[in-house]
């Protein structure tokens, strides 16, 4: 089995920054991608941000330029720094994973609990 622990959420004022962290742990053979994504009240859960073992990373259009994604595949973690935080970022962020927990196995998707981001204009 494969956890992901999410943490650093919180309440921030608009326009302020935070750093949410994730750290995958558990039977692991490699980890193809790591990401995050979000889920605001009523509306369907989004991509942010994304990035491969490679270290490729892909993000929304709509959080370029003031979120950066950083992996570190020792430590199987991976970050999402956000800055300029505006009203429409609330939400419950997730950590994703793609994960091989066998050499030779499927590769299965993993989540986790989610952190809530909420903004105070």
């Known amino acids: 089995q494969v956890q992901l622990v999410e943490s650093g959420g919180g309440l921030v004022q608009a326009g302020g920054s935070l750093r949410l962290s994730c750290t995958a742990s558990?039977?692991?053979?490699?980890?193809?991608?790591m990401g995050w994504y979000r889920q605001a009240p009523g509306k369907q859960r989004e991509m942010i941000a994304t990035?491969?073992?490679?270290?490729?990373?892909n993000s929304a259009d709509s959080v370029k330029g003031r979120f950066t994604i950083s992996r570190d595949n020792a430590k199987g973690t991976v970050d999402l720094q956000i800055n300029n935080l505006k009203p429409e970022d609330a939400a419950v962020y997730f950590c994703?994973?793609?994960?091989?927990?066998?050499?030779?196995?499927?590769?299965?998707?993993?989540w986790g609990q989610g952190t809530q981001v909420t903004v105070s204009s």
């Open positions: 994703y994973a793609l994960v091989k927990t066998r050499l030779l196995g499927p590769l299965v998707d993993y």
């Open positions: 990035v491969t073992s490679g270290g490729s990373a």
């Open positions: 558990g039977s692991i053979s490699s980890i193809l991608v």
